[in-house]
């Protein structure tokens, strides 16, 4: 029997070699079908970006680009699988069987991803059509479009009077030097319009012999920057000759004319976007020397561009140059939105040709010019839409119409089939300068309407989404805040409000703008954005953000890719959990005020999520599954009760930033408005080596024991906090003297530290002593302390000059500690509480305090006076002055935008009244205070519900 099996078996040798040599193939095309999908994912994004460049994306263009989207998620898939497969941590002859599978279903699938691309190649081709498609669909729109606007009847303008008034003056100003103004301002705010009033003005047409327009759209987006200027057409007319509509002739051309002869000259550069322009037109503006007007949207543009405007004057006969002397005066001219009022007042004069609108459409009318956020161009739009509303005024269907339109007005404007005039220029979103951070403006999409963005969790989420990639030895962070600059400085967002050290901490983009970027999120399929349950969601989902109720997942097939999950509303927890099932590959999760009641279940199955923030959860312990999330960067869990740390935490390597602490909703007098988070025992988190920030982090222990016990557990805990050399950013609270020469040991190892945060105990044993840190050491890159109790010096190594803010509480230091804040070059917020012992008067001589913006000093018992001394705290904008009971004067010398004070002396409140040059100069903030049971009269400018608030309180 086994005779005759042999032979057969010997037969078959050769098929078994020639499988094996197959299967052996198959393993070994992993690599090449690796690199071809690399290749593959870099020519799609390329086909992407140049498609993007398009103002007008045509039907079969858009498919083309959703097929493209599908074979580069299908490929990142692919790859992103084949590594995740191929951490292997077990040992032994099924390791090599394991990984050679994994290599024969990578190479499988990727050939099969490489025949589906082959078989639609030729869409790639479209690609080369792009680039010569470009400049004409770019230019057609805008091709004398600034000259063409700027014709409005000046009678039909609304809201220019004071800005037309500055300009005119400048340029009308009686100097030998010309002048440069940039006006700067939002898309569709009106800059042109503005520069047109302006040079229509009779005081400025006498001025010039000559204007010049030219709009620089089509010459910055030309390979050749330089060639495309001089060969671009320009209008030029004579400003006496009204009505004429001059001639067009080439910017070269007009350059050559002006060069010989004295004539006077006005140059409008229309739309400038980068400075090389300026670099091109260098020798000819010193030469021909006109006066020049910029419009742009780039408010950084006029400071980038000094280099090549700082140009000095040549004497009329020709001499050498007199190096004292500059050609250019150069201004700036922020143009500002219209006023509710004044915008009011645009939408009625050019949809009802008067200047009120109908009491019946009241609701859907000042809904509407809310949306437009002060834009003429957007309420120009908004009235092309309303003009095709038909129907009597006081009549029903046109109120309904109206009540819908306001409900959808973003969305209604791109629906528009007659793209033309307002409607298509509002719509376009100019992205010309901004293609490297499309990714980042898109993703304010995610964000609900109307919201304040936090900016710190706007970047963390850009670089937990890998839009910010690091360039050279500059920190992911520094690239970020440079790209939030950038939106910042093109005038993105209608309002930013920044710290007192100049740092953007929250922004509100344009309402009638955040629709159109939602809108073509959800066209370019970046986003799909759930503000209504009903509507049909995209076949592949790669971010989803949840802006209303949420009961049940519309389709869970459609999850399965989904990258990002962004929550802004509240969400079952059954639904929750469902949807937590699906989404395998989640990198990002953010849930906020989603009114959970736990730690979502299901979290600790996301094993790629690199992004988890949870805000508005009621109680919260963080669960032992969390080490399961391996490549977790950024845990944020600000303002939820969690009590401590888990111990499995140090399983997570990659962890960069640890953002914990529990918020004092209501705190008392003298108590900390945050809590830290315990820690257990023998927590090694020295392991945790790629951290950058960790705040607050509380040195008790989590089990209540004696003070000595938490003192040895602090004294751990901080000796491992030494090994982090990457921490950017440290919070610790609950500090004391035994812990004061390893706090100090520690700090000298985290040379990268921009942030430190210290909070004492509150009993008779808390203490911030870093007297003991190694002199040695220096902190180049610190900027911002907050210390909290009992000092008995301040250690000249914090007094580092890139120190920009500064908070002391509770600290008793001596007077003489407060001389050597005055000359930090950099230090822009300074705020003393309870800081100080006996200080009775403070003076400011000439030169103390050159940046300083805020200055808060409160409970300083026996301060009766301030002397401000001329040149002294040139830059300070607020005064915060509370529970100083002698302090009865006001201070003399200061030029303040607000002066806030509370629990002061009824003398003092008295005293800033009679004072005429505070109620002339000053922007008062004054909250009520209560002296003797009696309640003072309120003074206040801050809103209706902060003013309900005090008045609840009388």
């Known amino acids: 029997m086994a005779e005759a099996i042999v032979p057969s078996l010997i037969k078959l040798i050769p098929d078994v070699l020639k499988l094996l040599k197959e299967e052996w193939r198959l393993?070994?095309?992993?690599?090449?079908?690796?690199?071809?999908?690399?290749?593959?994912?870099?020519?799609?994004?390329?086909?992407?970006?140049?498609?993007?460049?398009?103002?007008v994306i045509d039907e079969d263009l858009k498919v083309s680009m959703k097929r493209m989207r599908k074979f580069l998620y299908d490929s990142e898939d692919a790859i992103n699988d084949f590594m995740e497969r191929g951490?292997?941590?077990?040992?032994?002859?099924?390791?090599?069987?394991?990984?050679?599978?994994?290599?024969?279903?990578?190479?499988?699938?990727?050939?099969?991803?490489?025949?589906?691309?082959?078989?639609?190649?030729?869409?790639?081709?479209?690609?080369?059509?792009?680039?010569?498609?470009?400049?004409?669909?770019?230019?057609?729109?805008?091709?004398?479009?600034?000259?063409?606007?700027?014709?409005?009847?000046?009678?039909?303008?609304?809201?220019?009077?004071?800005?037309?008034?500055?300009?005119?003056?400048?340029?009308?100003a009686d100097s030998p030097t010309r002048k440069v103004v940039f006006v700067h301002g939002a898309q569709g705010v009106g800059k042109s319009t503005l520069v047109g009033a302006v040079l229509r003005d009779e005081t400025v047409r006498s001025h010039f012999n000559y204007y010049v327009w030219i709009n620089l759209r089509t010459c910055e987006l030309a390979d050749d920057k330089a060639a495309a200027l001089m060969k671009a057409n320009a209008r030029m007319w004579n400003p006496t000759q009204k009505d004429s509509l001059g001639s067009q002739r080439e910017l070269g051309e007009v350059f050559e004319s002006f060069l010989c002869g004295n004539i006077t000259w006005a140059l409008v550069l229309d739309d400038a976007g980068s400075t090389h322009v300026f670099?091109?037109?260098?020798?000819?503006?010193?030469?021909?020397?006109?006066?020049?007007?910029?419009?742009?949207?780039?408010?950084?543009?006029?400071?980038?561009?000094?280099?090549?405007?700082?140009?000095?004057?040549?004497?009329?006969?020709?001499?050498?140059?007199?190096?004292?002397?500059?050609?250019?005066?150069?201004?700036h001219f922020k143009h500002p939105p219209l006023s509710l009022e004044d915008s009011s007042t645009l939408l009625c004069q050019k949809t009802f040709q008067m200047d009120c609108r109908p009491n019946v459409l009241k609701d859907a009318f000042?809904?509407?010019?809310?949306?437009?956020?002060?834009?003429?161009?957007?309420?120009?739009?908004?009235?092309?839409?309303?003009?095709?509303?038909?129907?009597?005024?006081?009549?029903?269907?046109?109120?309904?119409?109206?009540?819908?339109?306001?409900?959808?007005?973003?969305?209604?404007?791109?629906?528009?089939?007659?793209?033309?005039?307002?409607?298509?220029?509002?719509?376009?979103?100019?992205?010309?300068?901004?293609?490297?951070?499309?990714?980042?403006?898109?993703?304010?999409?995610?964000?609900?309407?109307?919201?304040?963005?936090?900016?710190?969790?706007?970047?963390?989420?850009?670089?937990?989404?890998?839009?910010?990639?690091?360039?050279?030895?500059?920190?992911?962070?520094?690239?970020?805040?440079?790209?939030?600059?950038?939106?910042v400085d093109h005038n993105l967002f209608q309002k930013v409000e920044k710290t007192s050290y100049e740092r953007a901490k929250t922004c509100r983009i344009y309402n009638i703008l955040h629709q159109i970027i939602i809108s073509k999120s959800k066209d370019d399929e970046f986003a799909m954005i759930v503000a209504d349950l009903e509507e049909e969601w995209p076949e592949t989902l790669l971010r989803l953000s949840i802006h209303s109720k949420m009961d049940r997942i519309k389709d869970g097939t459609r999850v399965k890719r989904l990258r990002s999950l962004l929550i802004f509303a509240e969400v079952y927890p059954d639904c929750m959990e469902a949807l937590l099932k699906q989404v395998s590959r989640l990198k990002v999760l953010?849930?906020?005020?989603?009114?959970?009641?736990?730690?979502?279940?299901?979290?600790?199955?996301?094993?790629?999520?690199?992004?988890?923030?949870?805000?508005?959860?009621k109680v919260i312990e963080i669960p032992e599954g969390i080490e399961a999330l391996e490549h977790l960067e950024t845990l944020d869990l600000k303002g939820i009760d969690v009590p401590k740390l888990p111990k499995n935490i140090l399983k997570l390597k990659a962890l960069r930033h640890l953002l914990v602490y529990r918020s004092n909703p209501s705190p008392a007098p003298g108590s900390h408005p945050k809590y830290g988070v315990k820690a257990p025992s023998g927590l090694e988190v020295g392991c945790l080596t790629s951290l950058q920030k960790l705040c607050l982090i509380d040195l008790n222990q989590v089990e209540e024991r004696s003070k000595r016990s938490n003192i040895n557990h602090g004294k751990i805990l901080l000796g491992e906090l030494g090994k982090l050399k990457n921490l950017r950013r440290l919070g610790i609270s609950n500090l004391r003297l035994g812990h004061v020469e390893n706090l100090c040991s520690s700090i000298g190892?985290?040379?990268?530290?921009?942030?430190?945060?210290?909070?004492?105990?509150?009993?008779?044993?808390?203490?911030?002593?870093?007297?003991?840190?190694?002199?040695?050491?220096?902190?180049?890159?610190?900027?911002?302390?907050h210390l909290t109790g009992h000092m008995t010096t301040l250690p000249n190594w914090i007094?580092?000059?890139s120190l920009a803010k500064l908070f002391i509480r509770k600290s008793r230091l001596t007077e003489d500690a407060f001389q050597h804040f005055k000359g930090l070059p950099c230090l822009k917020h300074l705020d003393l509480q309870d800081a100080f012992y006996d200080v009775r008067e403070m003076e400011f001589e000439e030169g103390d305090f050159q940046q300083l913006r805020f200055l808060g000093l409160d409970t300083f018992p026996s301060l009766e006076s301030m002397t401000v001394k001329e040149k002294a705290l040139p830059a300070l904008k607020k005064l915060l002055l509370s529970r100083c009971s002698k302090f009865k004067k006001v201070p003399q010398g200061l030029l303040l935008k607000c002066l806030d004070f509370h629990e002061m002396p009824y003398e003092f409140e008295k005293a800033v009244r009679r004072n005429k040059a505070v109620h002339t100069h000053k922007k008062l903030w004054l909250e009520a205070a209560v002296v003797d049971g009696d309640p003072m009269d309120l003074i206040t400018d801050r809103p209706e519900s902060f003013r309900r608030r005090v008045e609840s309180r009388k």
């Open 590 to 617: 953010n849930i906020q005020d989603s009114s959970l009641e736990e730690f979502p279940r299901g979290i600790s199955l996301l094993r790629c999520l690199t992004y988890l923030r949870l805000t508005g959860i």
């Open 279 to 331: 670099e091109c037109l260098q020798s000819l503006l010193a030469r021909a020397r006109p006066s020049v007007l910029v419009t742009t949207r780039d408010s950084s543009l006029q400071s980038n561009s000094r280099t090549y405007l700082n140009l000095q004057m040549a004497q009329s006969d020709g001499a050498p140059l007199e190096p004292t002397k500059l050609l250019y005066d150069i201004r």
């Open 27 to 55: 393993g070994s095309d992993a690599k090449t079908e690796l690199e071809y999908l690399k290749d593959l994912i870099g020519a799609i994004g390329r086909f992407l970006k140049k498609a993007t460049l398009k103002e």
């Open 799 to 801: 007094l580092t000059p």
């Open 87 to 172: 951490k292997c941590k077990w040992e032994g002859l099924g390791v090599y069987i394991y990984k050679h599978i994994n290599r024969r279903t990578f190479a499988s699938e990727a050939k099969s991803i490489r025949q589906i691309v082959e078989n639609y190649k030729t869409t790639l081709e479209i690609s080369n059509k792009l680039s010569a498609d470009h400049a004409k669909s770019s230019s057609a729109c805008h091709q004398s479009l600034s000259i063409a606007f700027s014709n409005e009847r000046d009678n039909e303008l609304v809201g220019i009077e004071t800005a037309r008034g500055q300009l005119v003056r400048w340029l009308t």
């Open 749 to 785: 190892n985290l040379e990268k530290l921009e942030a430190l945060h210290l909070i004492a105990a509150r009993d008779n044993d808390g203490i911030v002593d870093l007297s003991k840190v190694d002199r040695s050491k220096a902190f180049p890159f610190l900027q911002r302390v």
């Open 366 to 487: 000042d809904s509407i010019v809310e949306q437009c956020g002060g834009l003429p161009l957007a309420i120009l739009a908004a009235s092309n839409l309303l003009s095709d509303i038909q129907g009597g005024v006081n009549g029903t269907p046109q109120g309904v119409k109206w009540k819908k339109l306001s409900s959808r007005l973003g969305e209604a404007l791109l629906s528009k089939g007659d793209k033309s005039g307002p409607i298509r220029r509002i719509i376009t979103l100019r992205m010309d300068h901004l293609h490297d951070v499309r990714a980042c403006l898109f993703y304010l999409s995610i964000f609900p309407l109307d919201c304040l963005i936090n900016c710190s969790t706007l970047m963390r989420l850009w670089m937990a989404e890998r839009f910010i990639e690091q360039k050279g030895t500059d920190p992911v962070q520094t690239i970020a805040e440079e790209t939030l600059k950038k939106l």
